[in-house]
């Protein structure tokens, strides 16, 4: 297992930063699904006790990250064509109606800043940083929507999948379409055009969807 850890053992959020380091690592794809997390071996690895380890693992749980069964200990969790597609089809439905009510307040400081973040997002290189900045994007848009909670629900369910969006805009046509698709959406935006913007952001999420469904199909069947 490699990923990085730190020496936590003199702070006061041990369990925070584990939880962290353990999440980036499973976003990445360090650490793979399928793969035992040993309560040991990560305190030893963050040279701390197995009490904040095991409230990092527990919060990991809650996320759906990881799977905790007795007698067989902490897995990282994998998920279903059908899981997958649930899951887009939720964000498409919720994250449609964010954007509308982010372009009911919007202004031109928020479309710079997103066109920032666009512009970010399009000149990258590093495929390590694909999810952190399209997710940078979407939230520079949906700030204005002033509804924290449908937000937090958001982040919920690209936690879940975000080792999969990282596959879908590496191993498939996804960055260079997810370039186009954003300047749409912030176009709309900055036209103020609240129906087009939806229709483009729903549009957008489901064609991820579909990319990476038939790659995860493709990439089975060859097995």
């Known amino acids: 297992m490699k990923f990085n850890a730190t020496n ?4 006061a959020s041990a369990a ?3 939880f ?3 999440r980036e690592a499973i976003f990445t794809g360090e650490i793979r699904a399928g793969e035992h997390l040993r309560q040991d071996a990560l305190a030893d690895m ?8 095991r409230e990092a693992l527990s919060r990991l749980e809650q996320q759906g990250l990881v799977k905790t069964e ?3 200990g902490t897995t990282v969790t994998s998920l279903s064509v059908d899981e997958v597609r649930e899951i887009f089809e939720f964000r498409a439905l919720l994250e449609g109606e964010v954007i509308r009510y ?3 307040n919007m202004d031109d400081e928020t479309i710079e800043k997103a066109r920032r973040a666009c512009d970010a997002f399009a000149t990258e290189t590093d495929s390590a940083r694909y999810g952190e900045l399209n997710r940078d994007f979407h939230y520079a848009l949906y700030a204005k929507a002033e509804r924290p909670y449908h937000l937090k629900i958001v982040s919920q369910a690209l936690d879940r999948i975000e080792s999969y969006l990282r596959a879908q805009l590496v191993l498939t046509d996804g960055m260079e ?5 954003h300047m749409g959406i912030l176009n709309a935006c900055s036209s103020r055009d609240a129906d087009k913007a939806v229709a483009l952001t729903r549009a957008h999420i489901l064609g991820a969807s579909e990319s990476l469904i038939q790659f995860l199909q493709t ?3 060859a097995k």
Do not use: G, H, Q
């Open 46 to 53: 963050f040279n701390t006790s197995r009490i904040p380890v």
């Open 20 to 22: 962290e380091a353990l």
């Open 16 to 18: 925070d930063l584990i």
């Open 177 to 181: 379409r997810a370039r186009r698709e």
């Open 102 to 104: 982010a372009v009911e």
């Open 70 to 72: 007795r007698y067989k």
């Open 8 to 11: 936590v053992r003199a702070s």
């Open 219 to 221: 990439r089975d069947s």
